[in-house]
């Protein structure tokens, strides 16, 4: 891992690198703005090299992630791994033949796509997203990733929202989080 340069230590640097804009996408909701962290070359490869760090010696054959700002991350980490990258889309972005599980939100549902020949049993995945929530995005990715037959080790957040309590929807499964409020 790069050491990273000042004496700031890097839960508190990303912390004031993530940006909370109030009321969006819709009122009442604080999103977690992670672009001025992304922006950031020597935090942005701090905070991959840290998601990545827990699962270094478990011989991680594939990196799932969630569109989009899981890409960002989850793209690094695979390359570090020296593992395989899989996306998970939402409903209808991807080409060939998927698998699809459909989640609860707040009001009604959405459904999540992978495809259906991007792992097989015996492959061992980390799940990369910025920010675990309620957990319903990274509860129906674990199914996924289940549903192909594959091993899911655990699943890396930059950004856990504690008080909705987003663990109890992947609960028994490994997860790290490098911030939790
Ligand atoms: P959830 O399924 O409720 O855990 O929501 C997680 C997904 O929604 C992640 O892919 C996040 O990118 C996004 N998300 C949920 N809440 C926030 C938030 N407050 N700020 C930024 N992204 C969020």
Redesign the pocket.
């Known amino acids: 891992m790069t050491p990273l340069r000042g004496t700031e230590p890097l839960v508190e640097r990303l912390s004031a690198a993530i940006r909370d804009v109030p009321d969006f996408p819709r009122p009442g ?5 992670i672009t001025p962290l992304l922006a950031d070359g020597e935090l942005f490869r701090a905070a991959c090299d840290a998601l990545a760090a827990p699962y270094d010696d478990e011989e991680i054959t594939h990196v799932v992630a ?1 569109e989009s ?2 890409f960002i991350l989850g793209a690094p980490i695979a390359h570090r791994f020296g593992a395989g990258f899989v996306p998970v889309r939402k409903s209808g972005k991807l080409p060939h033949v998927t698998h699809r599980e459909t ?1 609860a939100l707040e009001y009604g549902s959405d459904e999540l796509e992978i495809h259906a020949d991007a792992l097989r049993p015996g492959d061992r995945v980390v799940i990369v ?10 509860a129906a990715t674990c199914r996924l990733v289940d549903a192909l037959g594959a091993t899911v080790i655990g699943c890396s957040f930059l950004v856990e ?1 504690g008080f ?1 309590s ?1 663990g109890e ?1 992947i609960a028994g499964r490994r997860r790290h989080a490098l911030l939790v409020y």
């Open positions: 909701i604080l999103f977690k703005d969630v700002r899981g989640y997203d910025d920010v675990l929530a309620t957990g319903g995005t990274a929202l909705l987003g929807a």
